[in-house]
């Protein structure tokens, strides 16, 4: 099994250019996220799904828009690229977390520079 | 709303040493959970371990233990006799029962000096 998986790797934008972040998970999680890391702001939550067709608002989901047409992927998109979206942004999803229990599994992270 | 704070950016103790890392919480919920995650310089992030807030047993895993005291809202991870393959950024996180957001704290970069 794959898992999590993002694409793309890495992506170089420039200011204003748009671009779209794929998540896919094979495991039929219901639940998935999107986070950003940055240096000492450890991982934030920018947007999550809590099913096909769902999106919700994190902490910080300003300048970004996501869609879950599929349940197995979770599309995060940027408009119009700023040098402060410069980040590490990682994927991750659960069975369901209603309870709160459930352990995520995370891709292997985008690294995104905006110039 | 949810806070995770992990107070120590960044520690560095030699080999062999013992080495606690503080997390502290807020939440209004009475029932969540607590996670503490590993990020080797690989990249990955990787769990560690699971708490309910209605057990508050302490937990070992071989050189790992976690500490989880409601009365001061912490889960503290505590590494024993440490080797350089535990130099990592460590996260705590927590999920509340009533909401759907699992709140990362900043993270602790560990460095174990040989």
């Known amino acids: 099994n794959a898992g999590v998986t993002q694409t793309p790797k890495f992506r170089v934008l420039k200011t204003g250019q748009s671009m779209t972040l794929l998540c896919a998970q094979d495991?039929?999680?219901?639940?998935m996220y999107w986070y950003r890391q940055d240096p000492g702001m450890g991982l934030r939550l920018i947007h999550y799904?809590?099913?096909?067709?769902?999106?919700a608002k994190g902490e910080v989901p300003d300048g970004y828009n996501v869609s879950r047409l599929k349940k197995q992927n979770f599309l995060l998109g940027l408009e119009s690229a700023a040098p402060s979206q410069t980040s590490v942004y990682f994927c991750a999803s659960t069975i369901n977390s209603f309870s709160g229990a459930n352990v995520l599994t995370f891709g292997a992270g985008s690294r995104l520079t905006v110039l | 709303a949810q806070k995770v704070t992990q107070a120590q950016t960044e520690i560095s103790v030699v080999e062999k040493e013992d080495v606690t890392l503080d997390c502290v919480y807020e939440?209004?919920?009475?029932?969540?959970?607590l996670f503490w995650y590993k990020q080797p310089p690989s990249g990955e992030l990787v769990f560690l371990i699971r708490?309910?807030?209605?057990?508050?047993q302490n937990e070992i895993s071989g050189r790992y233990s976690w500490n989880f005291q409601k009365s001061t809202s912490s889960f503290n991870f505590t590494i024993t006799a440490s080797q350089v393959v535990d130099s990592a950024v460590y996260f705590c996180a927590l999920s509340e029962v009533r909401d759907d957001k699992i709140i990362f704290g900043k993270g602790t970069r560990l460095h174990i000096l040989p």
């Open positions: 708490r309910n807030s209605f057990d508050e």
């Open positions: 939440t209004r919920d009475t029932t969540y959970y």
């Open positions: 495991m039929n999680h219901e639940y």
């Open positions: 799904s809590v099913g096909e067709g769902t999106t």
